[in-house]
């Protein structure tokens, strides 16, 4: 199948049918990254660094090996974030009272202020995304693409 995007934005199938759900779910994905990688680069952090500090902000106290699977990234890659956040004093670490290898990652007020303006910046590109779409159909994207994650994560893989 062949995607086009028309002059007016809609994606159709070269055959004249709708575009596939997973084509316009990739275009969506890339305009959001786009614009949240823009507006997080003019607080001096990436969208994963942003995500990071977001999942730290919810979950205050997680291992830097935690947060990585949380954010999507290698321990590797963790590592270094949670290195330049240090440095950055967005975040401090403190040893596990019962594990004391492990240490233990909180925002800082610092962190928290940087996280501040991310979210403004990340409240208004999901207010240009949804602009002109009601708050029932606010609420049914969110169930609908909440479904779509479980379904493939949860159920059965495909096979090859």
């Known amino acids: 199948m062949t995607t086009e995007v028309l002059d007016d934005g809609t994606a159709q199938d070269v055959g004249g049918s709708p575009a596939r759900v997973t084509y316009l779910v990739k275009r969506l994905e890339s305009a959001v990254r786009r614009d949240l990688d823009a507006a997080m680069q003019e607080q001096g952090l990436t969208t994963p660094q942003y995500a990071a500090l977001s999942i730290l902000q919810r979950n205050p106290g997680l291992s830097s090996a ?3 699977r949380r954010s999507f990234v290698t321990a590797q890659s963790m590592q270094v974030m949670v ?3 240090v440095r ?3 975040i401090e670490r403190h040893p596990d009272p019962d594990k004391q290898r492990v240490l233990r990652n909180y925002l800082t007020d610092a962190g928290l202020d940087v996280l501040a303006r991310c979210e ?3 409240d208004r590109i999901e207010e240009r995304m949804l602009a002109g779409i ?3 159909q606010i609420s049914r994207l969110r169930e609908t693409m909440t479904s779509c994650v479980q379904n493939l994560t949860d159920g059965p893989r495909p096979s090859s």
Request: hydrophobic letters at 45%; aromatic letters at 14%; zero cysteines.
């Open 120 to 122: 403004e910046a990340a």
């Open 134 to 136: 009601g708050r029932s």
């Open 66 to 68: 935690q947060l990585a």
């Open 88 to 90: 950055s004093g967005y």
């Open 83 to 85: 290195a330049a956040f």
